[in-house]
């Protein structure tokens, strides 16, 4: 079920792709008509070839879909166990915009 959406979406993608490779510049309006008339009509295919995974394939498919989801476990786990800051940003802002401060030159001696 999740390769059949994979390659689905990869297929649109690319088609999507390659249609706006070829397009010819939007200013003009009427290269659909010219395109379709340039076209020979073709006979429909009598059936579409449904390509099956092997065992091995979809087994590996699976395994690397259960990966995804046990790291994805994982980081939610992470991120529920860490707790939230105890000051906000502004704080945390202001309070470093402090240290940035130089300190202030010394005074020359009056002799120097």
């Known amino acids: 079920m999740i390769m059949r959406f994979l390659a689905v979406t990869a297929a649109a993608a690319a088609l999507t792709g390659c249609v706006r490779l070829d397009m010819p510049a939007p200013a003009s309006e009427s290269w659909t008509l010219a395109r379709v008339a340039e076209t020979q009509p073709g006979a429909a295919p009598v059936y579409v070839p449904e390509r099956r995974l092997s065992r091995e394939d979809m087994s590996a498919l699976t395994a690397a879909a ?46 120097s």
Request: aromatic share 2%.
């Open 66 to 111: 259960r990966t995804v989801q046990d790291s994805g476990e994982r980081v939610r786990a992470i991120a529920a166990a860490t707790p939230d800051p105890e000051e906000d940003a502004e704080t945390y802002a202001a309070r470093h915009r402090a240290r940035a401060v130089p300190p202030e030159k010394p005074a020359r001696p009056a002799g």
